[in-house]
């Protein structure tokens, strides 16, 4: 099996992410997360879902949540096309 290539540097494609953070954000900060759908887990962690336009935005994001001082747990890069009924995870990256 060969490892996931990158994105031709002409796609222009909005990428659909999940960011989990350890910790709970309550709604108020849905707005700050440029309309990323703002999810509270039992366990304790919130999830960020929802587009982001490009890289640039994903790494505004991620400055959005050192900034806030909550624990970064993952990121995932979910294609928005589907295989089977099921949608394809691209890249999943840990941070422990």
Known sequence: MSPPQPAPANDHQPGRYTIRLKGQLDDRWA???DGLTLTRAANGETLLTGPVA?????HGLLRK???LGLPLLSVVQVEPHR???RTATR???TIT
């Open 31 to 33: 707005d700050w997360f």
């Open 54 to 58: 490009d890289q640039a935005a994903l």
């Open 65 to 67: 949540v050192r900034d």
């Open 83 to 85: 295989r089977r009924g």
């Open 91 to 93: 890249r999943v990256i």
